[in-house]
């Protein structure tokens, strides 16, 4: 497994690392949950990023759990804050309310004194940015949270974040995690350039488009028994891409990765790790055997020549509007 820093920080993470949305507490059961992370760990990675919305706060237990008793030094652990948690109206967003509390929970689910990285799942137009970023700057100060970061904000909310952070003499935002694959590329044109400017690394959810650049859906067919297109608890996000031409195209990169002794996942995933600018492709699995092929895209080149074939063979679907990083409006 290679590393990378977090942004401009000195803190090092792995450029791949696993993320639990839909599967911990939900999708799949405990021990298979304890296996992907064991997965994970015998291969190098040491990042983990969860939120305390996922699968209705149980996800973080679950992580907690399958990494207690572990060396804290050897582990980075990523968590968010801002969708709903509980029916109260102060049950979510990014008042200084909502943070403290929700941190707090978080860190007694994770069993940890602090969170690596603390996210603010979304941008909040409910509360002055000044508030939020005074809380996050207050957990930093208190040794509860030692990195604070973004996802999916526009670059202009990022400019803000940055502005009121210099002005105020808050700890600066170090990162932002936006949906990013060789299929969704919406922050490429406006999100990078101005991360770059400001040390900001990505954090890239979904590099498989949920599972959909594995190759595993063909056109035509309904989806495998098993997948998470198939499982009407949490197919919601990923019918998106259920597309047969799409998945067609899909299906045509396969000759790119075999030329290259790679898996059409590899393949997806050293895409997303070509851009300097991401930090770390955040993996889900439901099978350790997922995770075992998936680290072995770390460290792989793609030379301009491929980079090119998978644009002439995905190009006609590829997703690049900026306008599409949106937050809520009104708050979740
Ligand atoms: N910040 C945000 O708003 C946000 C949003 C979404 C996700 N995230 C983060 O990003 C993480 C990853 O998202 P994701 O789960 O959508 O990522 P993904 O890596 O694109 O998709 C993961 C899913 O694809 C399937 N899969 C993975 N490897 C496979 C393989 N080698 N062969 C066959 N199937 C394979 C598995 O699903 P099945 O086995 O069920 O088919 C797995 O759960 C999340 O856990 C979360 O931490 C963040």
């Known amino acids: 497994m290679e590393f990378r820093h977090l942004g401009a920080t000195g803190l090092k993470i792995s450029e791949i690392s696993l993320g639990n949305w839909l599967t911990h507490g939900g999708q799949i059961a405990e021990d298979a949950a304890i296996s992907c992370v064991k997965a994970a760990q015998d291969a190098g990675i040491s990042t983990f990023d969860t939120a305390d919305v996922y699968s209705g706060t149980a996800a973080e237990a679950v992580l907690g759990r399958a990494l207690a008793g572990q060396r804290r030094e050897s582990l980075e652990i990523f968590t968010k804050v801002y969708f709903p948690t509980g029916d109260g109206v102060n049950d979510r967003g990014l008042s200084r309310k909502h943070i403290m509390e929700s941190c707090h929970a978080s860190l007694r689910r994770l069993q940890t004194d602090y969170i690596d990285l603390y996210q603010a799942h979304r941008y909040d137009y409910e509360t002055p940015l000044e508030e939020t970023l005074r809380a996050f700057d207050d957990l930093v100060r208190q040794g509860k949270v030692l990195y604070v970061g973004v996802s999916e904000w526009s670059s202009k909310q990022i400019e803000h974040a940055i502005e009121i952070a210099k002005d105020m003499g808050f700890d600066r935002i170090v990162s932002n995690q936006p949906q990013y694959s060789l299929l969704y590329r919406v922050i490429e ?144």
Do not use: C
């Open 189 to 332: 044109e406006k999100v990078i350039p101005t991360s770059k400017k400001h040390g900001i690394g990505q954090i890239v959810w979904s590099p498989l488009a949920q599972g959909v650049l594995t190759g595993k859906y063909l056109p035509h067919q309904p989806a495998p028994q098993g997948t998470r297109a198939s499982d009407e608890r949490v197919n919601d996000f990923v019918k998106r891409w259920m597309d047969d031409d799409l998945l067609q195209a899909v299906q045509d990169l396969r000759p790119i990765a075999a030329d290259l002794g790679l898996s059409l996942s590899q393949l997806s995933i050293a895409w997303v790790l070509q851009n300097k600018n991401v930090s770390s492709a955040i993996i889900g699995a439901t099978r350790p055997e997922q995770v075992t092929e998936n680290v072995k895209a770390s460290g792989v080149k793609l030379s301009k020549e491929v980079m090119k074939k998978i644009d002439e063979v995905v190009g006609k679907f590829v997703i690049s509007d900026p306008k599409l990083t949106q937050s809520p409006k009104p708050r979740a």
